[in-house]
């Protein structure tokens, strides 16, 4: 396939936490970024726009993102959500799903191919193993949307092969520059399109005996668990203040 206009929506999925760099809007490099670099070099119009905001609940993507996305005209769309809804206890699933079924009916009607996510498997990682339930219940809901709109799925759910470790930044919950690496070849993959993109080389995760662990865990909660708690008894988000990385279509290099 060949697309000439590409908009990405979301959270810090696919804002790029987690890559870093200095040089692009917002510090954040990210898989979005990388498949618009494979992309743009198949045609000589291409245009890349992202809206996504890191903390953004799935309402919001919706609220926030789905219109400004439509008019920008749009051929090619990928939106993930839900990361942020199903981390918290209380979540009605049935109705994000109808939100999320009306907004990818939005977006397909207006003539882009769209590419939905499911969650990863939340079973790899110890600190949120415990919303494995509702989240296989959110990932079937996406695949039923995708099916009724002829989305494409990205189905994060079944990539088992990876080591948290390895994958994930030190905040244990957003990708590191070689999980975004792995999702952006996920997704040109999944769309048909040739790239030259190769998995980057997997750093060495050191093994710890179990009082190390324990000192690792300890001191991850007070770095990241703990102002996360915090932003959510206050109300507050990681996303507060921030704009989108790439508000209009433009080329990427």
Known sequence: MTFHRYVALGDSFTEGVGDPDPARPNGWRGWADRVAEVLAATTTDFGYANLAIRGRKLPAIIAEQVEPAVALQPDLVTIHGGGNDVLRPKVDLDALAAAYDDAVGRLAAGGAHVVVFTIADPGLNPVIRMIRGRTAIFNEWVREIADRHGATVVD??????????????????????????????????????????????????????????????????????????????????????????????????
Do not use: C, F, Y
């Open 156 to 253: 994060m759910w079944r990539m088992r092969g990876w080591k948290v470790a390895e994958v994930m930044d030190d905040d244990r919950l957003h990708l590191n520059p070689v999980g975004h690496q792995a999702i952006a070849i996920e997704v040109l993959d999944a769309l048909g399109v040739q790239h030259p993109l190769a998995p980057l080389p997997v750093p060495e995760v050191p093994l710890l005996d179990r009082r190390a662990q324990r000192h690792a865990d300890l001191q991850w909660a007070r770095t990241h668990l703990a102002p996360w708690v915090q932003r959510r008894l206050t109300g507050r988000s990681s996303g507060d203040g921030v704009e989108p990385k790439r508000p209009q279509l433009s080329p990427i290099r």
